[in-house]
């Protein structure tokens, strides 16, 4: 079936070090993903998408890479600050006859920065 | 903006009690979503309006869940009766354009509690 996970639940950095998030998906024919940072108490927000049709895509100390052939994900967050500190999802989405429009969302990896 | 906005912020509830929860999305989007999020089960799309229209509910879990959209700025989820499995945060997103082939953005989220 599909799913979207991703391969470590946890991870923690010392501040100033690069961050690496994983993520891998199963449906070949999903054509666009974004990652979501969730805070503690707060709704997921937005961080970062990509289309099937690129392989890498940068935004402010955020970089996400997508290898279609693999099928997986990831986010890189460079410099990483206190502020980093959250859930990171990752979440897919692709033509799916009547479930056209979902997104679905990987578990997790909580990030943690030391300072 | 004031973005999507998502009332109350907490309940709680006793067991068989009637719930809503509502929803106010960013202006002029015209795809809105419920989420439920459990720690045993992640981020879960309960479902997707698109234009006023549910298109997609293969989310909810039962007949005690029930989301209305009469119009483009407010929704609501209801449950009845409530059960403690209920409780979660429940959350709200809105994206412009077509469901999740572009950004939600989502709301703070209800803390349900169902005692």
């Known amino acids: 079936g599909e799913s979207v996970g991703l391969h470590l639940p946890t991870l923690s950095v010392q501040e100033g070090d690069n961050s690496i998030i994983n993520c891998a998906y199963s449906n070949s024919a999903s054509d666009y993903f974004i990652w979501y940072k969730q805070e503690s108490g707060k709704g997921p927000q937005f961080i970062i998408d990509i289309r099937s049709n690129m392989d890498k895509r940068q935004g402010q100390r955020v970089t996400v890479l997508l290898n279609k052939t693999v099928k997986h994900l990831s986010l890189q967050i460079a410099a990483t600050q206190p502020g980093d500190s959250a859930v990171y999802f990752c979440a897919e989405t692709g033509e799916r006859g009547s479930t056209l429009g979902r997104l679905y969302f990987g578990r997790g990896t909580q990030l943690t920065v030391w300072p | 903006d004031a973005g999507v906005i998502q009332s109350p912020r907490h309940e709680v509830t006793e067991m068989g009690q009637e719930v809503t929860l509502r929803c106010k999305p960013i202006s002029g989007h015209n795809s809105l979503f419920w989420y439920r999020q459990t720690m045993m089960r992640g981020l879960e799309l309960l479902i997707y309006f698109n234009n006023n229209v549910p298109i997609d509910d293969s989310g909810m879990p039962e007949d005690r869940f029930s989301a209305k959209m009469p119009n483009a700025s407010f929704s609501t989820l209801k449950i009845q009766p409530s059960e403690p499995r209920d409780s979660a945060v429940y959350f709200c997103?809105?994206?412009?354009?077509?469901?999740?082939?572009?950004?939600?953005?989502f709301g703070p989220g209800t803390r349900l509690t169902v005692t």
């Open positions: 997103a809105s994206s412009l354009g077509r469901g999740g082939l572009r950004e939600q953005y």
